[in-house]
Every structure is written in C-alpha cells, then in structure tokens.
C-alpha cells in the first residue's frame, strides 16, 4: 500500500516530500494513500485480524518484545531518522523511543492479566447462573498519529491496540511520515512469520487520514488539534465508528510559597522549551505565589539566558517541526506585549526563521491569546497569585484540561486533585508520561478517551458479558409465563429483605 522510497518525479497531487525543517531538505518522497489504497490496507488488516486476535496473551506478548528488539538494535538508525525528519536533538530522540519502548512492554506484559475473562458473581435472585465477562478484540484500529513525539504518542494507542489483539493501520504525520514507517517495518521485520495486515501504514496529508475515518475501521485513535479532533469526531458519527481523541492542551504549573524554587524553576524551564515547546503535555502557564515570585522568575530567566536552539549537538532544543505554527507563535508573542504582558525574557525578536529562543512574559491577561490558546512554541507565561486558592481557580478556567504539575513540599497532592485536568505531576514535570501503568488523556477540549495503563487496553477492547444457568430452581421461573403466583409471593417477601433494611 505504501512507498517508503523516493520517486523525485512524482506528480505533486500523488507524493508527498519529507524535508529536514531545520535545512528545508528533501529527505525522502512518499506516494500518497488515496481512498481506494486506505481501504485496501484496512481490507489486509482485516484479513490479518482473525489470525493475529486468535493468538493467546501469551503469542502476542513475544511478538511484540521482538518488536522492542528490532527497536534497540536499530536504535541509532532509528534515532538518527527522527532528528533527520523531526528535529529533535538524537539525545531526545533517544528518550522518545526509550518510552516508546517501556509501553510496548507493559502493554504486552498486563494485557493478559487486564483483559482475561473475569468471574462476576451473579448476586442472590440469579444464584443459579454463573456470571464471565470477557474483552474481545475490536478488529481494525485507526491511528492517525502526531508529529511532535512521532514514536512515542501513537505508540501509545499502536502497542495497546495490538496487544488487546486488534490490527492497525497507521496514518502518520506528513511531517514525520519516514518515522512512522520505519516503526511499522520494524514490526515486519521482527515478526516476519505473522500474516501481511497486522500493522500496516498510509501515507498522506489530511484527505488520506479523513478516508481512513471512513474507510470501515472499528475505531479511530487520533492525536492533534482540537479542531481536527472534532471534525474526525463529526465524520466518525456517520458510521458511530467510536473514537479516542487526545488533542491540544494549555497545560499549568502551580508553584505555591512553599515550594522548592530552584527544583520549581528548573522543571518549569525545561517543561516549556524542551522539543522546542511542541509537547501538548508540556508546560505553557505559571501561577506563582506573590511570596515567592521574585525569586522564581530570577530562576527561570537565569537558566534560560543560556538555552539556544539549533540542530547541532550542541543545541538544546531544535526547530519548530511545523513551519504554520512559527507564525501561531509569533501571534502568541504579539498579543502577549499588546494585552500588558512584560518580556522579562526574548521577544518577538526570539523568533529566528525555523529556531524560535525561549521566550518568558510575567503578568499577561488572563484573557490574552497567548494565556488562553495553545502556542506550542517555546514561549511562558508567569503570573502572579495571592495563594493557592487563585492559582487553582485560575488553572482551571480553560476550556482545556490535559495536564498539570504542581510544586508544593507539604500541600502538593492536596492541590492536585483541585486541579480539572486528566494528569498531575507533583514536583516535577510530565512524570505521569514515564510511568506506563498510568493512563494518559484529557478533558474538555483535550479529548476523549485514554491511552496508556488499564484504561488504554480497554480502550482497545469491548467487553462481552456471558450468563450462563448452571440449574433450575423449582418454582423460580422468572423470566417465563410459567410463573406462578406464589413465585411472586415468596420475591415479594425476598425483596424486603435484601434490600429494605439500609436506614
């Protein structure tokens, strides 16, 4: 279905380049998936799903760690491909796929515990039946994937759908398209012996994700804008082809009076520039205490003096991936100056072609593009707070609620669960990413759904509930016209006291 090689004379309505957005370089020229080439992988997935959901916990397990394999012993080509085509420093890389990896394994080694039949009791009026629920593969799933964390984040719904014992096909971003190949092969690769179809890719732009919407699928995962997500969630509807969406955030950082300034300040520098800024997880809004605002914002600006992007090893941080979104960033800076915000840091003068500098405003309004938007840039805001109380508030008045972190030494989990979002970090900075066991997603405008942990393999699942009589009771015909009244009788006297004696 895919061409994963150049082909430099294809007509532009049918390839699609993959450029270096630090140099504008080709890398590589990729066919594009029209409808009829999506609905021919998602027939191939189809056609794989039998074999591939009929495997044990067990088989599907050792498929996927040979996956993980492949993956380490092609790591630094792997890596390599990711800073190529993304951008990122190949150090990040490496910790993208070092993450990727620790999901792999935990999917494939807690599916068969998550997702083996259970025994439910049938409770006393069915006494007489034994009760199982049993999680059954979905079929086919739909990833269309970001290109922000290109390895990790679809891998968070790739590596649970497969280990709930559904096939995949995977649209990647055309902005990391060499990436998301090259993980699908490396599952070929490593699996050589399993049916073509059970993890397959398209390519394209937007059109070729739309027709994988309605190509069929048995449920799409998607992770990107709000606004994206919303349109696949109204396309989805025609079919009631069920969706995941994990979409854009406006994620908030709490430093209270008591907290740890200088651990505060370093989280919170890294947080909002690391991946030059483009994590929906990462950190884009500060709500300090008045006490210890001084201090904070002199912290932050210190180790940020020093933090430059570039795309040699000696870079922090690389270029903005998708070049649309330098001008949202450069919007984000304008607004913040015209809506009172002071730059105690960069500028609009930060923003240097496809290298965007740290950028850090103290005190902007609330009301302000820059504070209630997505920027997805390596910019912060800083605001001053009268306490935890106006924090919280303050945190919460968004129309996202994806994720969070709060520093605190002795209120920190007290002031976590005030906070609307779908993840907290407690002194630190996206922890909840790293542990595997946790679910991943958000509220409001950050989606639907979960990936990762328990809730991410049954999302990948549909609970079948079996009820099965072991034996009749004589005279308890009660789903029957053979029912006699002094069945009813005897429930009537029953009832009370099961369920009449609570005051």
Same mark, same amino acid.
């Given at each position: 279905?895919?061409? *994963?090689?150049?082909?430099?004379?294809? $007509?532009? @309505? *049918?390839?699609?380049?993959?450029?270096?957005?630090?140099?504008?370089? !080709?890398?590589?020229?990729?066919?594009?998936? @029209?409808?009829?080439?999506?609905?021919?992988?998602?027939?191939?997935?189809?056609?794989?799903?039998?074999?591939?959901?009929?495997?044990?916990?067990?088989?599907?397990?050792? &498929?996927?760690?040979?996956?993980?394999?492949?993956?380490?012993?092609? /790591?630094?080509?792997?890596?390599?491909?990711?800073? #190529?085509?993304?951008?990122?420093?190949? @150090?990040?890389?490496?910790?993208?796929?070092?993450?990727?990896?620790? =999901?792999?394994?935990?999917?494939?080694?807690?599916?068969?515990?998550?997702?083996?039949?259970?025994?439910?009791?049938?409770?006393?009026?069915?006494?007489?039946?034994?009760?199982?629920?049993?999680?059954?593969?979905?079929?086919?799933?739909?990833?269309?994937?970001?290109?922000?964390?290109?390895?990790?984040?679809?891998?968070?719904?790739?590596?649970?759908?497969?280990?709930?014992?559904?096939?995949?096909?995977?649209?990647?971003?055309?902005?990391?398209?060499?990436?998301?190949?090259?993980?699908?092969? /490396?599952?070929?690769?490593?699996?050589?012996?399993?049916?073509?179809?059970?993890?397959?890719?398209?390519?394209?732009?937007?059109?070729?994700?739309?027709?994988? +919407?309605?190509?069929?699928?048995? #449920?799409?995962?998607?992770?990107?804008?709000?606004?994206?997500?919303?349109?696949?969630?109204?396309?989805?509807?025609?079919?009631?082809?069920?969706?995941?969406?994990?979409?854009?955030? #406006?994620?908030?950082?709490?430093? /209270?009076?008591?907290?740890? %300034?200088? /651990?505060?300040?370093?989280?919170?520098?890294?947080?909002?520039?690391?991946?030059?800024?483009?994590?929906?997880?990462?950190?884009?809004?500060?709500?300090?205490?008045?006490?210890?605002?001084?201090?904070?914002?002199?912290?932050?600006?210190? %180790?940020?003096?020093?933090?430059?992007?570039?795309?040699?090893?000696?870079?922090?941080?690389?270029?903005?991936?998708?070049?649309?979104?330098?001008?949202?960033?450069?919007? =984000?800076?304008?607004?913040?100056?015209?809506?009172?915000? *002071?730059?105690?840091?960069?500028?609009?003068?930060?923003?240097?072609?496809?290298?965007?500098?740290?950028?850090?405003?103290?005190?902007?309004?609330?009301?302000?593009? $820059?504070?209630?938007?997505?920027?997805?840039?390596?910019?912060?805001?800083?605001? *001053?707070?009268?306490? !935890?109380?106006?924090?919280?508030?303050?945190?919460?008045?968004?129309?996202?609620?994806?994720?969070?972190?709060?520093?605190?030494?002795? &209120?920190?989990?007290?002031?976590?669960?005030?906070?609307? +979002?779908?993840?907290?970090?407690?002194?630190?900075?996206? $922890?909840?990413?790293?542990?595997?066991?946790?679910?991943?997603?958000?509220?409001?405008?950050?989606?639907?759904?979960?990936? =990762?942990?328990?809730?991410?393999?049954?999302?990948?699942?549909?609970? &079948?509930?079996?009820?099965?009589?072991?034996?009749?009771?004589?005279?308890?015909?009660?789903?029957?016209?053979?029912?006699?009244?002094?069945?009813?009788?005897?429930?009537?006297?029953? +009832?009370?006291?099961?369920?009449?004696? =609570?005051?």
């Amino acid at each position: 279905m895919t061409t *994963t090689e150049t082909n430099p004379a294809a $007509a532009p @309505d *049918t390839a699609l380049k993959a450029v270096d957005p630090a140099t504008g370089e !080709v890398i590589a020229t990729y066919t594009i998936d @029209d409808e009829d080439a999506v609905r021919a992988a998602v027939a191939k997935a189809r056609g794989a799903a039998a074999t591939w959901g009929a495997l044990s916990y067990d088989d599907r397990r050792k &498929h996927l760690l040979r996956w993980s394999s492949r993956l380490v012993a092609d /790591a630094d080509e792997f890596t390599k491909l990711i800073h #190529k085509e993304n951008g990122k420093p190949v @150090d990040d890389a490496f910790l993208e796929l070092m993450l990727a990896l620790e =999901h792999i394994a935990w999917a494939a080694k807690n599916a068969k515990k998550i997702l083996s039949p259970k025994k439910i009791s049938p409770g006393a009026m069915m006494a007489n039946f034994t009760a199982r629920l049993e999680q059954r593969p979905l079929g086919v799933v739909g990833v269309i994937g970001p290109w922000n964390y290109p390895v990790y984040t679809p891998n968070g719904s790739i590596a649970y759908a497969l280990a709930a014992g559904n096939t995949v096909v995977f649209k990647p971003s055309e902005y990391s398209t060499g990436i998301g190949n090259f993980l699908a092969a /490396a599952f070929k690769k490593a699996n050589p012996e399993l049916p073509e179809g059970v993890f397959e890719t398209i390519n394209g732009y937007g059109a070729t994700g739309a027709a994988l +919407v309605r190509s069929g699928v048995d #449920k799409i995962a998607f992770t990107g804008s709000t606004a994206t997500g919303k349109r696949i969630m109204a396309d989805a509807a025609a079919t009631l082809t069920p969706v995941l969406l994990e979409c854009g955030g #406006k994620d908030a950082v709490i430093v /209270a009076a008591d907290a740890d %300034i200088k /651990a505060a300040a370093d989280a919170v520098a890294w947080g909002a520039t690391a991946n030059s800024g483009q994590t929906c997880a990462g950190v884009e809004r500060v709500y300090v205490d008045r006490s210890v605002r001084d201090e904070f914002v002199a912290e932050v600006k210190r %180790i940020l003096k020093d933090v430059k992007p570039g795309s040699d090893g000696k870079a922090s941080y690389g270029p903005m991936t998708m070049p649309s979104q330098i001008d949202i960033v450069r919007r =984000h800076i304008d607004a913040a100056i015209a809506s009172g915000g *002071t730059a105690v840091l960069g500028g609009p003068e930060s923003v240097k072609g496809p290298f965007i500098e740290p950028v850090v405003f103290v005190d902007v309004d609330e009301s302000s593009e $820059a504070v209630a938007e997505e920027t997805f840039g390596p910019t912060l805001t800083i605001r *001053t707070v009268n306490g !935890v109380d106006e924090a919280v508030e303050l945190a919460n008045n968004s129309k996202y609620g994806l994720s969070s972190a709060v520093y605190s030494k002795n &209120h920190g989990l007290e002031i976590a669960r005030r906070l609307r +979002v779908g993840a907290t970090s407690v002194n630190s900075v996206l $922890a909840f990413a790293a542990i595997a066991g946790l679910p991943f997603g958000g509220v409001g405008d950050s989606g639907i759904g979960r990936i =990762h942990g328990e809730p991410g393999l049954r999302e990948f699942s549909r609970p &079948h509930s079996i009820a099965v009589q072991k034996f009749t009771i004589p005279g308890m015909a009660l789903m029957s016209y053979a029912r006699t009244d002094s069945t009813m009788g005897l429930l009537r006297k029953m +009832v009370p006291f099961l369920h009449g004696r =609570h005051k």
